[in-house]
């Protein structure tokens, strides 16, 4: 009887660490394949499982992207996601793509690095410039990812929508594998550089960076505050030229109501360990930790904590 008392107990305690834990798994919302945030979601996941101690742990998700992942926040899909610092103050005050699920209460937990929009073709194509595009075949990401935003902000301010092009809505990997075997006769996809996808179809071709016409880029920038102008050297991806391109800075998001401890204990395991991640992850190298003082929305009451303990 003692016996059989003792491996009763012994499974409930067992069953009851296995359920803490299982409690305590963090799902990070990340995007597709090929860009840098599923890259970026595996390096903090993989920091968060080292150094955030006993009973929370982190597993990256595939996810439509920057768009969708507020949303799957709101609706307990994801515990802690990427996107971006325009889609975060829409998706607080529930505008944009948000109007549907209304505000979303989210706090930001660590500035990341800034994504560019990559608007990519063959090095011979005769596509210049956004205009060219008309009548083309393009690779725009999935849908609810960050590059359809884009797209549908920059097309109008040239006269264009997203009816003047033969979009294809694909993982950013297809995107530039249909870009390379002419499949699509452009490719656009907002991520951080280097990405993973770009890197892999200049392995065997030449790519180029389509141009904004003159003035148009300032117009976008004064259209949206939150977008900045981002030159890619060209060494980066072994481009002829440099690339001056659109981009915007990301963050790591949370629930508000997410306890305040373990987001504080996921803040200090990315920044005590920053130069672990950036030994992983390129695109870490881009982070500055003095960058999440100065989000587009308030921190995360355990991010905030964390900070002002430094």
């Not at 935003?149 to 530039?176: E, K, R």
């Not at 949370?254 to 130069?275: G, H, K, R, W, Y």
């Not at 003095?290 to 964390?306: T, V």
């Amino acid at each position: 009887m003692i016996k059989s008392l003792k491996t009763f107990v012994a499974v409930a305690a067992v069953s009851l660490i296995s359920s803490a834990a299982v409690a305590e798994e963090l799902r990070i919302g990340t995007a597709s394949l090929g860009g840098a945030f599923y890259p970026m979601g595996q390096s903090i996941s993989n920091v968060v499982n080292k150094h955030a101690g006993e009973g929370i742990s982190m597993v990256p998700i595939v996810t439509g992207g920057s768009v969708q992942n507020p949303n799957l926040i709101a609706s307990g899909e994801v515990e802690i996601a990427i996107t971006n610092n325009n889609l975060a103050v829409l998706a607080t005050k529930g505008a944009g793509p948000y109007k549907a699920a209304g505000p979303i209460d989210i706090g930001a937990v660590a500035a990341l690095h800034p994504s560019v929009l990559h608007m990519m073709v063959l090095a011979d194509s005769d596509i210049q410039t956004l205009e060219d595009l008309k009548g083309k075949r393009v690779a725009v990401g999935p849908a609810g990812g960050g590059t359809l935003g884009f797209v549908n902000f920059l097309f109008p301010l040239h006269g264009m929508s997203i009816d003047d092009i033969t979009p294809s809505f694909v993982s950013y990997s297809d995107g530039f594998s249909q870009l390379t075997d002419g499949t699509v006769d452009a490719t656009l996809a907002l991520s951080g550089f280097p990405a993973g996808a770009v890197m892999q179809a200049t392995a065997g071709a030449d790519l180029r960076f389509i141009s904004f016409s003159e003035g148009m880029l300032d117009k976008a920038l004064e259209a949206n505050g939150a977008f900045v102008a981002v030159e890619v050297p060209a060494d980066v991806y072994g481009t002829a030229e440099p690339g001056t391109v659109i981009g915007v800075n990301n963050m790591l998001i949370a629930p508000n109501d997410m306890d305040a401890a373990t987001v504080q204990a996921v803040t200090s395991a990315i920044f005590e360990n920053l130069d672990e991640l950036k030994a992983e992850n390129a695109n870490a190298r881009q982070i500055d930790p003095a960058m999440s003082l100065n989000l587009a929305i308030p921190l995360h009451p355990g991010a905030k904590a964390y900070f002002d303990s430094k």
